[in-house]
């Protein structure tokens, strides 16, 4: 299983949120490069990194940044936030970032998403931001017309088979994953899971690889000290 850093830029800092609220925004470094670099030093098989402010649809985006960080690392990085169009999409990997989540997209614009999926499906990475099996969009603030299981089964027959799943009401939370959900559609082995949310322990860890998931994010519980990545990959 291979373990991701999170890193979530909002005004040019590392942050985090609870739940994906903006009021609950905590400042961890004004340095991402620099928390990029340590991630990578301590054994992240992957960064993940997320443009909060493209994801809200505020007026300004971290994309100078976060370009400077995928030329500041020699491991992956995939991005994530606000790419919603297909010439940011295209934009975007053209930048030489190893994978691509897209969220809103995927169920606004099918076309859209069909166009790309003939091109970059090995790039493309749906997101799953669920609360109570709803897929929820636009930053986690509105319900889309999916659950979660119907979801994967669309975007399966357009060619793509990784998947981000978010417990929303777990993110950010320390709380522990949403085994429940994770376990439920980790019973199609043709899709590839990536969980996130709440993980906070190296029994949170252990429970999520042992359902099956192909890689774990970590957030809030690197940046709190919580858990250490050389730790994680020794039980991952």
Request: hydrophobic share 40%; charged share 25%; net charge neutral.
């Amino acid at each position: 299983m291979k373990v991701l850093a999170a890193i979530d830029i909002m005004n040019g800092d590392v942050v985090r949120l609870t739940k994906g609220d903006q009021s609950t925004k905590k400042v961890y470094s004004k340095d991402p490069v620099q928390v990029a670099k340590k991630w990578e030093k301590d054994g992240a098989d992957m960064l993940h990194i997320i443009d909060l402010d493209a994801a809200f649809g505020n007026d300004s985006n971290n994309l100078s940044i976060i370009s400077e960080i995928l030329h500041s690392v020699n491991i992956p990085v995939q991005i994530g936030g606000g790419i919603r169009h297909v010439e940011k999409f295209e934009k975007v990997a053209k930048m030489g970032f190893s994978k691509i989540v897209i969220g809103t997209m995927a169920y606004r614009n099918i076309d859209e998403l069909c166009l790309l999926s003939k091109n970059y499906s090995d790039k493309i990475i749906i997101s799953l931001d669920e609360i109570n099996g709803k897929v929820m969009i636009d930053g986690w603030q509105s319900s889309s017309d999916f659950n979660i299981e119907d979801a994967i089964i669309k975007f399966n027959k357009l060619g793509i088979n990784i998947f981000l799943l978010t417990s929303i009401v777990k993110d950010g939370t320390l709380l522990g994953p949403d085994i429940v959900t994770l376990n439920s559609i980790n019973t199609d082995r043709k899709s590839k899971i990536i969980a996130s949310g709440g993980i906070s322990s190296l029994i949170d860890v252990l429970r999520v690889r042992s359902i099956g998931c192909d890689s774990v994010i970590l957030g809030k519980a690197l940046y709190e000290d919580r858990l250490d990545i050389k730790k994680v990959k020794a039980v991952a």
